[in-house]
């Protein structure tokens, strides 16, 4: 590619971070396979348990158990089987100018090799198979589309999301791509390609398949540092939302301010419910207007560190959950009930990596085996952390007649 194909290619990518991806744009009427758009989300919350895509296991067919013992199943992503089922790896297949060192576990983006690259990028932009998930990307993922996926009320997908991608992948400077504007662009409109990809895939499983973006990078745009401020990543996914086939949907276990979160246009939002403690006030209105919209809520009640873990029980957290609840209800026009119809029940967050200690404080591990008994005990919280979830969800069900 010459360098005049090269500023034409560019200029079009900076054409399209002005257009973004409003509904009938002329970009999205010549790629996108489905000419309707939808935001219907096709069935009720009622306290529903789900969890986090990330988990730590090395067995896939026990992950996958695991997964569909839930109300909606999802496709877990393994990375101590291999650095493919990496999340950020996995939504890298086919972005121009993206390197991924399997050896040292690296991933970074060369500029040279985007422009060398960006030319063949765009005449295989019209092939669906350019934002489908290899096999070689995710064995689990295709484990999981050969299930038979068809009785549950809907199953799940997930995609590390644009801001934090661009933010945790950076150049040969070591400069995020996030702050290079027609890079940007680009890699929005590819995870949302990407996203609509993977929609379509998990449709043909199951009717209600939605798919949300993992986005931890959420957390960092209300750094005075970062470059990339709350007011542009809150424009810039309004915008993404409207070129999905399916209900824009979103995960964030990092701190953030809920009624933000909310207000960015999303319809199933899912986050870190236990952390906050106490349901602020201020929280009330945001989260029944959500409610009241026909939104959904994933409230990440179950911790997954084993400290604290042990220190709860499923009545505990049902007692916990419900008081969130009842201040929202006690300052706004929706009932605790309503809530908990538009409700689902998930883990706090994975546990690939435990928070502080792995294991409880009497259990000891030989250096030794330290590794292995690590990663073992990683399972175990996450697997007593799926059964108090279900037993929570049987208690709220009751509660509330769902």
């Given at each position: 590619?010459?360098?005049?194909?090269?500023?034409?290619?560019?200029?079009?990518f900076?054409?399209?971070?002005?257009l973004?991806?409003?509904?009938?744009?002329w970009?999205?009427?010549?790629?996108?396979?489905?000419?309707?758009?939808?935001?219907?989300?096709?069935?009720?919350?009622?306290?529903?348990?789900?969890?986090?895509?990330?988990?730590?296991h090395?067995?896939?067919?026990?992950?996958l158990?695991l997964?569909?013992?839930?109300?909606?199943?999802?496709?877990?992503?393994?990375?101590?089987?291999?650095?493919?089922?990496?999340?950020?790896v996995?939504?890298?297949?086919?972005?121009p100018?993206?390197?991924?060192?399997?050896?040292?576990?690296?991933?970074?983006f060369?500029s040279?090799?985007?422009?060398?690259?960006?030319?063949?990028?765009?005449?295989?932009?019209?092939?669906p198979?350019?934002?489908?998930?290899?096999?070689?990307?995710?064995?689990?993922?295709?484990?999981f589309?050969?299930?038979?996926?068809?009785?549950?009320?809907?199953?799940?997908?997930?995609?590390?999301?644009?801001?934090s991608?661009?933010?945790k992948?950076?150049?040969?400077?070591?400069?995020?791509?996030?702050?290079?504007?027609?890079?940007?662009?680009?890699?929005?409109d590819?995870?949302q390609?990407?996203?609509?990809a993977?929609q379509?895939?998990?449709?043909?499983?199951?009717?209600?398949?939605?798919?949300?973006?993992?986005?931890p990078?959420?957390?960092?745009?209300?750094?005075?540092?970062?470059?990339y401020?709350?007011l542009?990543?809150?424009?810039?996914?309004?915008d993404?939302?409207?070129?999905?086939?399916?209900?824009?949907?979103l995960h964030?276990?990092?701190?953030?301010?809920?009624?933000?979160?909310?207000?960015?246009?999303?319809?199933i939002?899912?986050?870190?419910?236990?952390?906050i403690?106490?349901?602020?006030?201020?929280?009330a209105?945001?989260?029944?207007r959500?409610?009241?919209?026909?939104?959904?809520?994933s409230w990440?009640?179950?911790?997954?560190?084993?400290?604290?873990?042990?220190?709860?029980?499923?009545?505990?957290?049902?007692?916990r959950?419900?008081?969130?609840?009842?201040?929202?209800a006690d300052?706004s026009?929706?009932t605790v009930?309503?809530?908990?119809a538009r409700?689902?029940?998930?883990?706090?967050?994975?546990?690939?990596?435990?928070?502080?200690?792995?294991?409880?404080?009497?259990?000891?591990?030989?250096?030794k085996?330290?590794?292995?008994?690590?990663?073992?005990?990683?399972e175990?919280?996450?697997?007593?952390?799926?059964?108090?979830?279900?037993t929570?969800?049987?208690?709220?069900?009751q509660r509330?007649?769902?």
């Open positions: 590619m010459d360098q005049v194909e090269r500023r034409e290619l560019i200029l079009v900076k054409t399209l971070a002005s973004r991806f409003t509904k009938g744009n970009f999205q009427n010549r790629y996108l396979e489905e000419s309707v758009m939808s935001d219907g989300i096709g069935f009720p919350g009622n306290c529903q348990t789900t969890a986090m895509g990330i988990m730590p090395r067995d896939i067919g026990r992950a158990e997964s569909l013992s839930l109300d909606i199943p999802y496709w877990p992503q393994l990375p101590n089987i291999s650095y493919y089922e990496d999340m950020y996995q939504a890298s297949q086919h972005f100018g993206v390197v991924v060192d399997v050896e040292n576990q690296k991933l970074w060369d040279d090799r985007f422009n060398r690259e960006l030319g063949d990028f765009s005449e295989r932009m019209a092939r198979e350019t934002f489908t998930l290899s096999e070689d990307y995710s064995c689990v993922y295709h484990r589309l050969a299930r038979d996926l068809s009785k549950y009320p809907a199953i799940r997908g997930q995609l590390i999301g644009p801001v991608f661009g933010f992948v950076v150049d040969e400077n070591k400069r995020p791509i996030i702050y290079n504007e027609p890079v940007r662009a680009l890699l929005l590819f995870i390609r990407k996203v609509n993977q379509r895939e998990l449709k043909e499983k199951n009717p209600n398949a939605f798919v949300w973006l993992d986005e990078g959420l957390g960092w745009v209300f750094s005075g540092l970062s470059g401020d709350d542009q990543a809150k424009r810039e996914y309004r993404f939302w409207g070129g999905l086939t399916g209900p824009g949907a964030l276990c990092a701190n953030i301010n809920l009624p933000y979160l909310l207000g960015l246009g999303v319809r939002i899912s986050f870190d419910a236990y952390q403690d106490v349901m602020p006030r201020g929280y209105a945001a989260v029944a959500f409610v009241l919209d026909g939104g959904i809520i990440g009640i179950v911790p997954t560190d084993s400290a604290t873990l042990r220190l709860e029980t499923p009545d505990k957290l049902a007692e959950l419900c008081g969130y609840w009842q201040v929202v300052n026009e929706v009930k309503d809530i908990a409700a689902l029940l998930a883990p706090a967050r994975c546990c690939l990596k435990n928070i502080g200690e792995v294991g409880a404080a009497d259990e000891k591990v030989s250096a085996n330290q590794e292995a008994c690590h990663r073992s005990l990683e175990e919280v996450v697997e007593r952390a799926f059964d108090d979830l279900k929570l969800s049987r208690l709220l069900r509330f007649g769902r």
